[in-house]
């Protein structure tokens, strides 16, 4: 069993939709991490969370720590942020990290 | 900056030979880190290190080894290549080690596509 787990895998919205990915976590954590990679393979950091709920832009990420639950968030929803978003966790009083399978999101025009 | 830059971007191994992927980072970054990403599974940390001269396992080190004798660099030697290594690596650094405070975003390189026949 993945220590972090993703869903859907698999993705598909119309432009300007409202879009949600979760994550749940088996471990206790010390940071959650959200990337996204791009088709061509980069990765970007998106957010980090240790508590609560932080926004960049459309982009929203929160966290329930007892739940062990995160979720992120697009509003409006734009061709543009056609990715796979990926989940990740460090342990906590530990140095490893745990990463999901991604979430693969397709909007479409 | 040149962020995190990573070489080669590609490359052909035969199984036994061995190589050296090369990791550098011009953000004065002590945190460094080894991925490799198989298809259709997560990341997986494969070394990581908290400073020069400092390095230590992450979930799959077997079959690799590491060296950290510069801030700036972080190479990973494969020393006899099998089949199983076939993988995207990717090498990242961040200014702490992402458990809390200021600044913990990672920066990823932009992948090297590893394939052993």
């Known amino acids: 069993k993945n220590e972090v787990e993703q869903s859907p895998q698999n993705l598909t919205a119309q432009e300007g939709e409202f879009i949600t990915i979760n994550c749940s976590y088996s471990?206790?954590?010390?940071?959650l991490h959200w990337l996204q990679q791009h088709p061509g393979g980069g990765i970007v950091s998106l957010f980090m969370?240790?508590?609560g709920k932080k926004k960049h832009g459309r982009l929203i990420a929160t966290i329930n720590i007892q739940e062990k639950h995160s979720s992120l968030h697009i509003t409006a929803s734009h061709p543009r942020d056609s990715a796979v978003y990926i989940c990740?966790?460090?342990?906590?009083?530990?140095?490893?990290?745990?990463f999901g399978t991604g979430t693969s999101l397709t909007v479409i025009p | 900056n040149a962020g995190v830059t990573q070489t080669p971007k590609f490359r052909i191994l035969k199984i036994g030979q061995s190589m050296t992927l090369q990791c550098t980072q011009d953000?004065?970054?002590?945190?460094m880190y080894w991925y490799r990403q198989d298809p259709g599974m997560g990341l997986k940390l494969i070394y990581y290190?908290?400073?020069?001269?400092?390095?230590d396992k992450g979930e799959v080190p077997n079959g690799y080894n590491v060296s950290r004798s510069t801030t700036e660099d972080f190479p990973l030697r494969l020393e006899l290549a099998a089949p199983s290594q076939t993988s995207v690596y990717f090498c990242?650094?961040?200014?702490?080690?992402?458990?809390?405070?200021?600044?913990?975003?990672?920066?990823f390189g932009p992948g090297t596509r590893l394939t052993v026949l």
């Open positions: 990242a650094s961040s200014y702490s080690p992402l458990g809390g405070g200021g600044r913990n975003e990672q920066f």
């Open positions: 471990v206790g954590i010390s940071a």
């Open positions: 969370l240790s508590s």
């Open positions: 990740a966790v460090r342990s906590v009083g530990g140095n490893q990290f745990y």
């Open positions: 953000m004065n970054h002590n945190y």
């Open positions: 290190s908290v400073g020069a001269g400092i390095t």
